[in-house]
C-alpha cells in the first residue's frame, strides 16, 4: 500500500496549502482575486452539497469520455490502416501533419456553426483533438509490431481482421494505453477550455461564473477539482494498464506451461 501512493508528494501539498493559508492570515490581504483554503474548501463543499458540482462534473465527464471514445476511436482504426500500408501512410503524410497541428479550440467557431451550443459541438472538438495523437501513436504501434509474429499470421492463413484482433492490437496494446493516458487528458483540458470558451455547461462554465460572480473561493475550487479529476482519470488508466499486463503474463506463463 505504501508503495502505491506517493506519500512524500501529498506531504508537500499538504505543506504548501498550510502556507497559503497562513500566509494570507498574517498578511491580512483582502482581495476578490483569491482566497485561502480554508474558504475554498467550504465553497467547495457547498458546491458539493448543492448538486452544482456534480452536475458540471457529470456534464464535462460525459462531453470528454464520448469525445475520446469518437476520437481515440477513430485514430487507432486510421493508424492501423496507415501502419499496415506504406503506400496510404505515404499518400497521406502531408495531410496529417497539416491537420494535426491545427489548434482544437480555433474549431470552436465552426463547430458553433455546425451544431450550435451543447454537447454535440463539444464532441466534435475533444474528437478532433484526441484523433491526431491517437492516430500518431498507433500508427507507430503497429510498424513497431515484432515482424516474426506477422509472419505468424500469415503461415496461420489469418485474414485481414483476425491477423488485426488476434496479433496487432494485442501486441499493440502496451503502446496503445500509452496513448490513452496522453489522450484522457488532452479530453479533458480541451472540454473544459470550451466550455471556458463557448458552450456554457460542464465545469468550464462554472469556472467563469465563479469568476464575474467575484467567488475566487468557489473559482479555486472547481479549478483543483479538475485538476483532481485529471489525476483519478489518469491512475483509472494505470490501473486498468496494470491489469492488461498482469493479463498478458499469465496467460503467458500458461501457454509456456
Known sequence: MGKNWPWSGIFLIVFLLVLWEVAMRVSGIV????????????????????????????????AALIGLGLGAGAGVLSGVVLGLTPLAARAFRAPVETLRTLPSVALIPLSL?????????????????????????????????????????????????????????????????????????????????VEIAANPQGLGYGLVIAQQS???????????????????????????????????GGASMRSAT
Open 113 to 193: 456553426m455546425a451544431f450550435g451550443f451543447g454537447y454535440a459541438m463539444e464532441y466534435s472538438i475533444i474528437a478532433f483533438a484526441t484523433f491526431w495523437p491517437t492516430l500518431i501513436l498507433a500508427q507507430a504501434a503497429v510498424i513497431g509490431v515484432d515482424r516474426q509474429l506477422l509472419d505468424v499470421a500469415r503461415a496461420l492463413q489469418l485474414g485481414p481482421i483476425s491477423r488485426v484482433t488476434k496479433i496487432i492490437l494485442p501486441a499493440s496494446m502496451p503502446r496503445l494505453v500509452v496513448a490513452l493516458r496522453l489522450t484522457i487528458g488532452i479530453a479533458l483540458v480541451v472540454g473544459v477550455t
Open 31 to 62: 482581495t476578490d482575486s483569491f482566497a485561502p483554503p480554508s474558504k475554498v474548501v467550504v465553497a467547495f463543499l457547498a458546491a458539493l452539497k448543492d448538486g452544482s458540482l456534480l452536475k458540471a462534473t457529470g456534464e464535462t465527464l460525459l
Open 214 to 248: 467575484l467567488h475566487p473561493d468557489l473559482m479555486i475550487a472547481f479549478l483543483m477539482w479538475v485538476g483532481l479529476l485529471g489525476w483519478l482519470l489518469n491512475r483509472a488508466v494505470v490501473e486498468i494498464e496494470r491489469r492488461l499486463l498482469r493479463n498478458r
